[in-house]
């Protein structure tokens, strides 16, 4: 096997950088551009094996030389980026989100954020806008690669007769069948988890180890490297947010990527040069610099904006991620490389220093809760206490269904229980006004919520979760089954999200779509949510229960105390930048509101409305009394919840008799 450097390598890292930051910055036709990172596994996989396999060969490799050239690559140019976002987060984000900020830092600098972000991930996870050191999980799970993998070629090479392919092939196998099963089981850990991502490197491996072995002309290899172009363009353009990924999916781009590799082995062929363009191999020599900064710099601008990007935002960050990535490749990375000062003994001190002062740094901050005294204090508009004490009333998503269906007491203390709070999320923020409301009328209850799954019977959500919504809302009505007591029923979901499915304004995530488990059908949302909220309402009466449907909450579509923090440091009215016009959530709720009013009508059914309070003729707010009305995007806060807690009032006195 030798070794020569290849443009065409870089002009694929070109496209898989551009693929990723074109992706990010919402350009039509790249929706599928997050391949382009596992594009990036395969050539890694296929560059470092084939110098660590001619090392072998020669009898020269050393494990402490692997080593010196990875912290030469990867530790300035990252190192520089966290202390960038450290300084600038120190400027613009309040304390609980530069305490986050700091803990994505420290697990950095020990390659152990892609773990750090999948523990985080789940329902309420923070935004985007709060994660400016996100993407560098992939980092973590190349580095980890790289502790065991060298480790691993050397005793293959020692033990079992340097059959280095046949036992990479088995791992790789082995690591795609696990990857497949956790895509629709475990999707997160699917995503962030090294050995669930090691096939797509071992690809690249196997490549760099039998490559040479396979003869083709160059007809062959022009055919095959187009085709892998091909596999990679389709990928970019039709993948979405919405593709169960990694999992079979990602076998597209990744097989695309090997096929332009094996392709550009022979230096006549088609795919040489074409990806030889030389803007396309600078932008390939830039790549590691601009995969950093780009990310860094859009969430951290699209937090300070608090808007939607506009097509001058773009266009000023490109130029910008662009600029300081060229600056990066020519003072940080490309000196760093060189031998010429940095010495092997020079270069462990250099990262062990580098790590050392940077995880001390982030956890000084981390310890002293993000600094709070560096602003004027915020408030959050929650209480730790209150989440803390409705936290035994959510029944997490899992694959097999509870025992029982958790349940917490709200109201008045030591009362007889005679109502229910059901449904997802937003019922459990709604349970500080409940309770205050039942209090003050003497009354008692129970309250039982699922995050994502509204209370409608047979209506499942067509993801990771399907069967969880179904199975835990058939468990609570079995439950008011066994327990007639509970006369009266409150029935509360992010019923603009079932009843339409798309997310709202600057909000992140996929589209959520529903099936119909009872009858295994589909149908539009609109449809499947009265379907589900018409049975759960006529199962209700059926049994003689009073039914009352709180109606949705106005959503605003990003995160309010983050929001809320800057712009009151900054001098803007937040509720002018990103509170929802009235007629917004009129239009938002259309679908949602005409089943309900249908429904109520029906049958008969108090409609509680928040929106009464929290929005007048013009918009719905997001702050009120310098109090952030919500805890993240959609979901009130404490303080939102007691504000409309008048609402209910009506409510409770009927249930006390005064």
Known sequence: MKHTYRDDIDGLRAIAVLAVIFYHAGIPFFSGGYVGVDVFFVISGFLITGIIFREIQSGTFSLTRFYERRIRRIYPAV?????????????????????????????????????????????????????????????????????????????IARFFKSNFSKIILLLMLGSFAASVYATYQYT?????????????????????????????????????????????????????????????????????????????????????????????????????????????????????????????????????????STLSWMFIETPFRSGVFWTRQRTFVLGAGLMTVTFAISLFIYLNQGFPQRFPQIASGDDDAEKVRWGGCITEHRK????????????????????????????????????????????????????GCPPLLGIDRQDQFLGSCSTYNDMVLNYLVQHPELRTVILMGRWSISADGRKFKGEEGATKRQLDVWNNKEGTNAELFDLGLNRTVAQLTAMGRRVVIIAGIPEIGYDVPSSYAIASRTGRDVNSIIAPTYQEYLVRNLDARNSIDAIAASYNLLVVDPSTVLCDSERCLAVADNQPLYRDDDHLSTYGAHYISNIFNPLFVSLSGK
């Open 400 to 451: 097999e269904p509870p025992a029982e269906v958790s349940l917490c007491t709200i109201g008045m203390d030591g009362g007889e229980p005679e109502f229910l709070l059901w449904g997802d999320s937003h019922s459990r923020t709604m349970a500080p006004a409940v309770d205050e409301s039942a209090v003050a009328s003497g009354v008692t209850g129970y309250i039982s919520a699922m995050p």
């Open 188 to 324: 997160s850990a699917a995503f962030y988890f090294m050995p669930l991502r090691a096939w797509e490197l071992f690809l690249g491996s196997l490549l760099a180890l039998s490559g040479d072995s396979f003869r083709a002309g160059i007809k062959a290899r022009n055919f095959l490297s187009t085709v892998g172009l091909g596999l990679i363009a389709g990928s970019v353009m039709l993948f979405t947010e919405e593709t169960a990924f990694p999992g079979w999916a990602a076998s597209l781009p990744i097989l695309g990527a090997g096929l332009v590799l094996f392709g550009g082995m022979e230096e006549n062929t088609f795919i040489r040069k074409i990806l030889g363009f030389p803007p396309l191999v600078f932008i390939g020599k830039i790549s590691y610099s601009l995969y950093l900064w780009h990310w860094s710099l859009l969430v951290m601008g699209k937090y300070y904006l608090i808007r939607e990007i506009t097509i001058t935002d773009t266009l000023i960050w490109l130029a910008l991620t662009f600029t300081l």
């Open 79 to 155: 190192f520089a980026l966290i202390g960038f976002v450290l300084i600038a987060g120190a400027f613009l984000y309040g304390a609980p989100d530069f305490e986050k900020i700091s803990r994505s830092a420290a697990a950095n600098t020990v390659f152990l954020s892609n773990m750090l972000f999948w523990r985080e991930s789940g329902y309420f996870e923070d935004p985007s806008t709060l994660k400016p050191l996100l993407h560098t999980w992939s980092l973590s799970v190349e580095e980890q690669f790289y502790i065991f993998f060298p480790i691993m070629m050397v005793l």
